[in-house]
């Protein structure tokens, strides 16, 4: 009997996932048989009273073009079926039943950690999904890069160069901030292609006297200087740098008081560190006026991008591969990724090891990386 397919599309959005939704919906129908319905705002979707308003049919001439397009056409949400919340209210079953009242009987999406999570929780629930990862974080493991990683990187040093050539006009110092949470991959590959001169990432902490004394040098040797710097470094509230600037800036206060919300897999919802990094090096640097410090969040821009050619091939490649496993194969509970130029899949439980900047401290330094002396 014809299987029927749901695809969602889960996590923040990226480029590519539209090429792995075009591809598996090509690979399943025309080598599987089988019916794809794509689920809008993927397990919120699925969850809701009537999830048929969330249902859109994908076959292959409506997904004719789709490897080109930008973010998800299926939307997208972060609702964790799996909270002690939903648990009680009894989601993960309402969502079992709807895809059994929709002749559902199985999953194929894409997710970055999370929602490869939920999935592995519907797997042991006896629910046959496999997935493709995707994130412009590129922070989960057994893959070596994620749907959305090449596209931002390309886009995001081009951003950041512009921002350089810019600053080093005016005799400025440039503060670029980039997503991530708490992988420093996307801060580390567009400092590098931008030519930064001093990057930081999530993975080494930093001193703030030692960082402004670096940017001070770089400033006054080269009347510019360009930082780019991960949403998610971490600096600490007690460093005395941090107490100087709380006292003399109202907007540094106002910020470190924001108590970041944390989304429904407990994530902070980082952001705006580029804002207090300019005051605090007015400050430290005994700067006339903030303009000469000018910071640029590249945050969404890096999200809602049209994919280059690295994810349309590997979109159109996860697509491939996991409607095979799925559908020809019948093995579940697997994500697919890629080893090298081999395309390969791995259990759940091996993609869900978090994948975090693992260079040595000599070649990061190297690349110019801010390693603290401490
Ligand atoms: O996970 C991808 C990501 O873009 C992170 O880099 C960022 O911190 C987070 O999503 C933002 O989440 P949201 O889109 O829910 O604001």
């Not at 969850?47 to 056409?73: C, Q």
């Not at 709380?246 to 540094?252: Q, T």
């Not at 106002?254 to 108590?259: K, Q, S």
């Amino acid at each position: 009997m014809a299987r029927k397919i749901a695809l969602i599309t889960g996590g923040g959005d990226c480029p590519g996932i539209n090429a792995f939704l075009a591809s598996a919906v090509r690979r399943g129908s025309s080598e599987y048989g089988a019916e794809f319905v794509g689920i809008r705002n993927a397990f919120s979707g699925l969850a809701d009273d009537d999830p048929e308003k969330y249902l859109m049919p994908l076959h292959n001439e409506n997904v004719i073009g789709l490897e080109n397009r930008s973010s998800t056409i299926l939307d997208s949400s972060r609702f964790n079926p799996f909270t002690e919340d939903n648990l009680a209210r009894g989601y993960p079953q309402k969502i079992l039943a709807n895809l059994e009242k929709m002749g559902i009987d199985g999953i194929l999406g894409t997710g970055g950690n999370d929602t490869i999570l939920s999935a592995q929780r519907f797997e042991s629930l006896g629910l046959p999904t496999v997935m493709a990862p995707k994130s412009i974080d590129n922070d989960v493991s057994g893959t070596d890069v994620m749907l959305g990683f090449r596209t931002a990187i390309y886009f995001g040093a081009q951003a950041a160069r512009s921002t350089a050539d810019s600053a080093r006009a005016h005799r400025r110092i440039s503060v670029v901030e980039v997503m991530g949470r708490q992988a420093g991959w996307l801060a580390l590959e567009i400092g590098v292609a931008s030519g930064a001169d001093l990057i930081t990432i999530p993975e080494r902490p930093v001193d703030l006297n030692e960082f402004c004394s670096a940017v001070k040098r770089i400033y006054s040797k080269y009347n510019c200087a360009n930082l780019v710097i991960a949403e998610g470094t971490s600096i600490q509230y007690e460093d005395p740098v941090i107490k100087r600037a709380r006292e003399e800036s109202g907007v540094v206060r106002a910020l470190l008081e924001e108590t970041p919300e944390l989304d429904a897999f407990g994530n902070p919802k980082l952001g705006g560190i580029s804002q207090i990094l300019r005051r605090v090096l007015k400050i430290e640097l005994g700067l006339k006026k903030i303009e000469e410090i000018r910071s640029t969040d590249l945050g969404f821009t890096l999200r809602g991008l049209a994919p280059q050619a690295d994810d349309i091939i590997l979109g159109l490649r996860f697509g491939i591969k996991a409607a095979d496993i799925l559908l020809g194969e019948k093995r579940t509970g697997l994500m697919v990724g890629i080893d090298g130029l081999e395309i390969v899949d791995v259990p759940y439980e091996e993609a869900l090891k978090p994948k975090t900047v693992n260079r040595s401290d000599r070649e990061l330094a190297a690349l110019g990386v801010f390693i603290s002396s401490s």
